[in-house]
């Protein structure tokens, strides 16, 4: 038997042999599987970081979604304030009864033609403003009534071709998305359903425009016509007043052959949630009268200071009414609501002239506070503006380009209608900063804000902002 003396350095040499064989055996087996799964893992976690930007993204506009179904559905209410979704008959004639009654115009015929469909090229305006406003600035003077008939006549024929109602053809996409249907049909919008045709505009489909015809034949004398007038002109819905002819029958009496065409856009799901068309009125008692449309016993012209009691009441309705005409701009301030709440901004250009592609009105939705930013300047004598919130802006969401104004006085005024805390978690509220590059004073004027903790906190550049809180 041989025996093999080891030595402490072959020992020595042997355990490391022994640990590099590991070692070995460990990069080779283990750590370079590990690397790999470590690579897949890292690869994972990038590629998942990148998705969750896109997450975060799509849940900002997740939870932005009740915000813009809330000013759309603002829009929708000021678009069938405008275009109805149904107009009756039966409201047209409570229309012309409750005009008629007010002004003095007596009708003494009236009839109507049929609901018929409007193409995007009709000529027809849809404003009745060009011929009430021509005939309204008429001489009261009895040899002028010729020229009453033929400025009248010329202010119809300027308005039935200044605005086309504009459609536009959009592709055709199904919407299978159960929440957007359901908002839909909070909207009182049709979508994919089965509602019976009101026998108003049976050939009518939803989402066309038409219009309903009346031609009407009266007497009046020449201040009634103007008020007449003067009332459709400013009457919510849309119509166009044309063929306005006016003969002189006495020295104090005018015939009177007009027609008048409503128009709205169909939709007969909204026609049954909601009564869009303008005809809240209060008849007087008729004391046994028998024709609907000669005034009562002791009528009085407004303006008449022997009117009665009711017709007082309606002059100093009137003469509130004219003095929120007095201000260029408003804004409404709300709290934050769910659902179909109101948005809690609501500002509006009312001195801005007409244009036919936008509305001077933005809206903004915030249970904090919202950012609203107002710009105004003078150019070659002309004013011009431009206002945004945090979620739209006017004329242009770019905010770049400014639309013409034209100031109603002596100042540019603008009111805002603020409105009480309702609880202690209510923090809606606004931050306006003006800039006004105008010669004239800008007069703000906040109303109803709260006392304790205000909605309303305004910024403003140079001294010539002025104000108010009442």
């Known amino acids: ?78 678009l069938r ?75 119809s024929e300027t308005n039935t071709q200044s605005t086309g109602i504009i ?37 009518i489909p939803d989402g066309k425009g038409f219009s309903l ?21 400013n009457f919510k819905n849309t119509i166009s007043i044309n063929n306005v002819q006016i003969n002189s029958n006495s020295e104090d009496e005018l015939l009177v052959n007009m027609e008048i065409e409503f128009f709205g856009i169909a939709d007969k799901k909204a026609a049954l949630q909601e009564d869009f068309f ?27 200071k022997s009117a009665t009691t009711n017709v007082n009441d309606k002059n100093e309705a009137q003469n509130i009414e004219e003095q929120l005409e007095g201000y260029d701009f408003s804004m409404r301030v709300l709290s934050f609501g769910a659902d179909m709440a109101p948005p809690t901004v609501s500002f509006v250009g009312k001195s801005v002239l007409s244009n036919e592609s936008t509305m001077p009105i933005v809206y903004g939705d915030n249970r904090d506070n919202e950012n609203v930013d107002i710009y105004l300047e003078t150019k070659d004598g002309k004013f011009y503006c431009k206002f945004k919130t945090d979620h739209e802006a006017f004329p242009e969401m770019t905010y770049v380009n400014l639309a013409q104004f034209k100031p109603s006085g002596n100042e540019i005024k603008m009111l805002i209608d603020s409105s009480k805390r309702v609880s202690t978690n209510d923090n809606a509220g606004v931050t306006i900063t003006v800039t006004n ?28 902002s002025i104000i108010n809180y009442k």
């Open 1 to 78: 038997m041989i025996i093999v003396k080891i030595s402490l350095n072959d020992k020595r040499v042997f355990i490391i042999l022994g640990f590099l064989g590991l070692a070995v055996i460990y990069y080779n087996f283990f750590y370079l599987n590990q690397q790999k799964d470590i690579k897949e893992y890292i690869k994972n976690i990038e590629y998942y970081e990148e998705n969750s930007k896109g997450s975060d993204g799509a849940a900002l506009r997740v939870a932005g979604i009740d915000t813009e179904l809330k000013i759309f559905n603002e829009k929708m209410k000021i």
């Open 81 to 155: 304030s405008m275009f109805p979704p149904e107009i009756t008959q039966e409201n047209v004639l409570i229309l012309i009864k409750k005009f008629s009654e007010e002004s003095g115009f007596i009708i003494n015929n009236i009839a109507f033609s049929e609901v018929k469909a409007v193409s995007g090229d009709t000529a027809t305006s849809a404003s009745s403003n060009t011929a009430s406003s021509t005939v309204a600035e008429s001489n009261t003077d009895t040899k002028s009534k010729a020229d009453d008939k033929s400025e009248a006549s010329a202010g």
């Open 167 to 203: 459609t536009t053809q959009a592709a055709s996409v199904v919407l299978n998305d159960k929440r957007f249907i359901s908002a839909l049909d909070s909207l009182g919008i049709a979508y994919g359903q089965t509602i019976e045709a009101s026998s108003a505009r049976v050939s």
């Open 213 to 233: 015809g009346i031609s009407i034949s009266g007497t009046s004398s020449n201040k009634q016509l103007k008020d007449f007038l003067n009332k459709m002109k």
């Open 278 to 304: 303008d005809v809240k009125w209060t008849p007087l008692d008729p004391g046994g009268k028998n024709d609907i449309f000669k005034p009562y016993e002791g009528y009085m012209a407004p303006g008449d």
């Open 437 to 464: 590059k105008t010669q004239k004073n800008m007069v703000i004027d906040v109303v109803n804000d709260d006392d304790n903790r205000p909605r309303v906190v305004i910024n403003k550049s140079g001294n010539n």
